[in-house]
């Protein structure tokens, strides 16, 4: 807290300023003045007194007049305790009744003094959180007024109006017009939890500098959604696009990370228009999609430019299955930089519905597709809703295609190396049994020419040479033990007759089944 003293006696106020400081709560004595007038010229320059203790009776300028002077000025607000003797009673309520707050009488004692000084500064912290919490409550209201007033119909509007002016709102100007601001980096902050509301209060907090300015003229101001929402009000037309342009300017400097765009509805002397006017300031910043980042755009300037078309995508949606199915990235590519210049121009929220359609139209027709769409919907939908610019939707809609077909490609892979293990896992237990390639192919579900063509390039060899590795190799196990028959032993690897067993033994291995035997004992 900070205090000054005020008293034309030096000697009090070393007195008072020593027990301020020795008292150590955190009390500042900001400073002194021998009488009313130098108090006045201090309190000018410095703001920031929260408590002034004054004497009443002082040469050139009394506690009285500079009491009723700082009362009058508004400026400031100080706290102010005067100082006074058992005669000066009469000049003490004066004193109170053109502001002072309480007295205290001279001569004193230290804890009376400290005591007085402690419940000043317990009243400002009370009143300090009344303040806030009106000020927060108001500022709430006005934005949630804000909102209504953005989606409301004609009828609506005065209700919502009043209820401004009831809060303190100037709505009685001649003309208003409504302005829209877009932090153009939004997507970016997609990973950075809390970082673009930070931006958007960055944002609200560069638009206070312009209260300056706002002589016959003035704003309200809410952030809806992913923008900041702003009802102007002023006495001549031409402020609004002085002070668009300026908000541009002044929110577009000195960061080079952060980019803004702003955007302006025309400008109106009914209050009724205020729905179209907010529609206007919508498409105005919508806009952004086509004609890029860092603008300044008025609906003027871009109305009748968007095309309301009726687009049929199944023919695109169509060939888009053909190719991403064959995983031709090039021909699908093709595919949506057509679709992209098909909808050029059209409404930006109807463009990324469409996108959105397609998008679901390939997961229910192709199982891969669907199935990364699934595991990243949230992301998918996130930039789809919210890339700033057509151009950086066909970049990434491009990059989606690519990540797809590339996980399409990741899935068959793993799923062909799937069957070949289920073929290798059957042939491991089944093969003593008669069976052959097709057999096999059926089993894992797959095209016998096509299970073939893979069985070979996963494993090396092909079906028919891998199956007699396996026989040969149990063959060699099974004549270790001299307890089974070589005759026997073709019958338990596959083999109808020990002639054919032999023959597929000796090719294999260059040796007849008998021989090996008693090369191992």
Known sequence: MNIFLVDDDEVIRMGMR???????????????????????????EHRDVDLLICDVKMPIMDGLELVKIIRQKRDYDPKIVMLSGYNEFDFVRSAFMNGACDYILKPFKKDEFLALITDIENRIKKERQIEQTTSENNDFLVSEILK??????????????????????????????????????????????????KELNMVLDRLITLGSARKGFDFITCIFKQEIMILA??????????????????????????????????IYNDLSKMPESFAESEKAIMSRFYLGQNKFISYESIAGKSIDIQYDIEPMVKDLVHNINLCDYMKSKEIMDKIFLDLSYCNADKFRKYIHDIIDMLSLRIENFGNFVAMNSAEINFYVDYLNTFRELKTYMNSLLQSVIEFINGER??????????????IAVHYYEPFTLNDIAEYVELNASYFSNLFKTETGINFSEYLLNVRMDKAKELLRDPKIKVYEIGNLV????????????????????????????
């Open 233 to 266: 009000f002023a006495e001549d037309d031409e402020k609004f696009m002085e002070f668009a342009g300026k908000l541009h300017e002044l929110l577009n400097k000195g960061d080079e990370e952060v980019s803004v765009t702003v955007a302006i509805s025309n």
């Open 18 to 44: 020593k027990m301020i400081e020795k008292a150590d709560r955190g009390w500042t004595v900001s400073g002194e003045a021998g009488d009313g007038e130098m108090a006045l010229k201090f309190l000018d």
């Open 148 to 197: 209504k007033l953005s989606k409301c119909t004609v009828s609506e509007v005065e209700d919502h109006v009043k209820r401004l002016t009831d809060l303190g709102i100037k709505t009685d100007y001649s003309y208003f017009a409504t302005v829209r601001v877009m932090v153009d980096q939004y997507y970016k902050q997609f990973s950075a939890e809390g970082q673009y509301n």
């Open 494 to 521: 596959g083999y109808d007759d020990a002639v054919s067993f032999g023959r597929a033994f000796k090719k294999k291995w260059g040796i007849s089944p008998k021989e090996y035997r008693n090369s191992v004992y």
């Open 413 to 426: 892979e793993k799923r062909s190396k799937r069957r070949i293990e289920m073929a290798k896992e059957y």
